[in-house]
Structure formats: C-alpha cells, structure tokens
C-alpha cells in the first residue's frame, strides 16, 4: 500500500503493472473497498495495464488532512479527489473502471473532463443526464437503506453498527452464498476509518436533497448536470440479479451515449460483478479497454 497526499486528503491506494502501461484507475463503491478488484486487477496487469485501486474518502487508510474538512459524500467530491490523485500521479489520460459508487464518480469524469478519459468501464449503474429523479416504487423499496439513514435513528444505527449494517447489505443485494466471513472480515476493516459513518450519511442524504452540499464544488455539479451525453467509450456490466440496483433500471441507456457503448448482464449475478464472477468480469473489461470490436 502506498500513499499520496493531495490538498485535501492523504489517499491510500495500490499501483501495480507495468509502470509504462497505460493506466486503469479502479474505483470500488459502498459498502465495499479496494478489495473488490482483487479477481480483475491482476488480468489487466497482465494484459500490460498499469492499475491504480484508491481508497475512497472515508475508507481505510485513506484521511483527511482537516478536522474542518466537510465531510462531504458528494459524487462532485471524489471525482475532484480522484482527479487530484491523477494530477499527483502525473497522469493526463487515463481509463476508468468503476462499481457503485465508483460507477458514479466514472460517470462525473466522463461529463466533466471527457478528453482525460480514454474508455470507462461500469459496473452495476445505469447513467442518465440531468438531476436525479425519484426512482420507480419498485426501486424505492430496494433503497430503503438510502431512506433509512436520511433519518436520525438511521444514522445512529450507522455509527454504532457500522459493520453489521455493511454486511447486512452484502448478504441482501445478492443471491446468497458468494462470499465467506474472511472476504467480509478483510474488506470490513476500511469501515473502521473515523470518517466512513459521516461520509456515508452525507453520500446518501445530499444525493435525496436531504443535506447541504459542500459549496466548494458547486461549479463541477453545474458543469456536470449541464451534459447531456457521455462521448468516452463505455461498457456497462450489470448482474442479471441485482437486488439493490435492479438490472431493468440500466437498460435502454444507448440514446445517453454518443461514443461506442455496449450493455452485457452477467446471469445469476447479483450486485457484485467484480466479486461474484470475477474471471468473466475480468475478460470483458481487458477486452473493452483495449479496444476489441464488439
């Protein structure tokens, strides 16, 4: 484990492959950490990409410098954070693979700094251009989470159980039996970070309109809802199982897309591709970024 400071964070991250190859940030989502690409990673360095796995703001090792630091959720946040983690690596363009939340910061990167992004892969979200809607009362109902700590009674469950609340989720958004308590265990360490309850909070009540935005990155939020379509070469994978993200809620994207984009479902997958069927994951995300035709 490395680590790297930028002006507002000290990011520990991974960096592995070759040191000449072309880069690959990986960005894992919630509740989850950099041990999610533990099954892809490694193809792609062998397939001579240069990976760079980070800790998301709140996770693990990775800290804020400031106790006044708002700790802020924002998607508009982490994908200034991993633009600042890319400056700091010297790194002008770059690929991205994101789960989660990650998918989210990817779709960011890729409105805001389109000519910084060579080809990005998604996994398990859907993007459409705009604010965000009120999902359908089917999605509401796997979302409770979300609602839940949009609540004082549910954030206090978050602080004082913060564990027990992550894994309740990794043995719910799936069909059951895809991980064991050591895999949980390990990953479960990067909940211990002082930040992770607060992050979280804020990640899912800003995104409802229930908090505050930090004001600092109002400008990127602007920019960013101003896109109408996504011109970065695309590949969406999503689990035909999916139990937190409905897989029928990223269909039917192509018209948000002007680059090349492609949509596969992984059957009897849930809401961890990387995790769940890493070999297959693996093979179509080398595949994609290295430019192979569909």
């Not at 804020?64 to 991993?82: T, Y």
């Not at 979302?143 to 309740?168: N, S």
Request: glycine share 8%; aromatic share 12%.
């Amino acid at each position: 484990m490395l680590q790297l400071k930028t002006d507002v964070l000290d990011i520990g991250y991974e960096d592995a492959g070759p040191p000449d190859g072309h880069p690959v940030l990986l960005l894992h989502g919630w509740p989850d950490d950099v041990r999610t690409y533990d099954g892809v990673a490694p193809a792609l360095q062998a397939a001579g990409f240069r990976t760079l796995v980070p800790w998301l703001r709140g996770f693990g090792p990775t800290r804020f410098l400031s106790a006044d630091c708002p700790r802020s959720g924002q998607v508009a946040a982490m994908a200034q954070d991993a633009l600042d983690f890319a400056g700091a690596l010297n790194l002008h363009r770059f690929s991205v693979v994101g789960h989660d939340w990650g998918a989210r910061i990817a779709y960011f990167l890729a409105s805001i700094v389109p000519n910084r992004i060579a080809r990005m892969v998604t996994l398990s979200l859907g993007w459409d251009p705009g604010a965000v809607t009120t999902p359908s009362l089917e999605q509401v109902r796997r979302f409770w989470y979300q609602w839940f700590m949009a609540t004082d009674r549910g954030a206090a469950a978050v602080y004082e159980h913060r564990a027990a609340f992550a894994r309740f989720q990794w043995d719910t958004w799936s069909p059951p039996g895809w991980f064991d308590d050591p895999t949980f265990d390990r990953t479960a360490a990067s909940f211990a970070n002082l930040d992770w309850p607060a992050v979280t909070i804020h990640y899912y009540r800003v995104r409802w309109d229930e908090a505050e935005p930090d004001p600092r990155y109002a400008d990127l939020e602007r920019r960013q809802r101003a896109v109408i379509s996504i011109g970065v070469p695309t590949l969406l994978i999503h689990g035909a199982d999916d139990r937190c993200v409905g897989v029928e809620t990223s269909a039917n994207k192509e018209a948000n897309f002007t680059g090349r984009y492609e949509r596969r479902v992984l059957a009897g997958v849930g809401h961890f591709p990387t995790r769940e069927a890493p070999v297959q994951t693996a093979a179509w995300v080398v595949d994609f970024l290295r430019g192979t035709p569909a």
